[in-house]
């Protein structure tokens, strides 16, 4: 997944009210960007880090520019934009990186599924293949030593999207919750339990009644964002 046209610099000012942040230039001019993230954002968003924003080239767009990605003082690589997580996953299973997923299945993004009235991200389906429908989340909290968590806050969406991935095994059908980690610190994903702790115990509960968990890690620099392994999920607290 490169970006065309390529992305702009600047130094990061400061994250307000969820969808925007500020920017300074390096010429010493300020603008306003659109974030593309609900989540807390928590290692994601310090005042001074740099970062690279697309250009919309719309002047109709209140804030035309969009916030792709930021560098940590690690020097750790972040992908921002939680809109590109989906096509992350799906570039993962078409190059075989998932090895559980078939990469030649049909996929289809956004189908209604589940009593609760979701759309899945991904829906694999085949001749020879058992539906397979993959709830994609992208893990961008790094904790010690290489972890990363999800989620940032408390996600009640989240959770429901669990039980209904569980109603999908229950009617005999693949379900999977595949985190998408845009984050080149993180080597390994685990629930938040110290962020949400029912998130957790859903994921331990949906585990037992046979939902698959699945990681994908990618690496990431101005020109793009590129899946390149799979990652280990440890579900224990």
């Known amino acids: 997944m490169e970006f065309s046209p390529p992305l702009y610099s600047a130094t990061l000012i400061k994250r307000y009210k969820r969808f925007l942040a500020d920017i300074q230039g390096d010429d010493g001019s300020e603008m306003t960007l ?67 997923l078939a990469a030649d299945a049909d996929i289809r993004r956004e189908v209604r599924y589940g009593s609760e009235n979701s759309r899945i991200d991904l829906l694999l389906s085949g001749n020879d293949l058992i539906s397979c429908y993959i709830e994609v989340k992208s893990v961008t909290l790094l904790g010690d030593n290489g972890r990363g968590y999800f989620p940032d806050a408390v996600t009640a969406r989240g959770q429901k999207h669990l039980r209904e991935l569980m109603e999908m095994v229950q009617q005999g059908h693949r379900a999977v919750l595949l985190f998408v980690v845009p984050h080149t610190g993180i080597e390994r994903v685990s629930p938040a339990q110290h962020i949400d702790p029912e998130y957790a115990r859903l994921c331990r509960e949906a585990v037992g009644a046979g939902v698959e968990f ?24």
């Open 214 to 237: 699945l990681a994908l890690g990618c690496d990431i620099d101005a020109n793009g964002i590129r899946p390149i392994r799979a990652l280990p999920v440890d579900l224990l607290p």
């Open 34 to 100: 659109h974030c593309p993230n609900t989540g807390a954002m928590t290692g994601c968003a310090e005042p001074g880090w740099r970062v690279w924003y697309s250009d919309s080239g719309n002047p109709k767009r209140k804030y035309p520019c969009t916030w792709e990605l930021v560098q940590n003082d690690q020097g750790h690589w972040i992908c921002v934009n939680t809109g590109r997580a989906n096509g992350l996953a799906e570039l993962g299973i078409r190059n075989g990186l998932l090895e559980s």
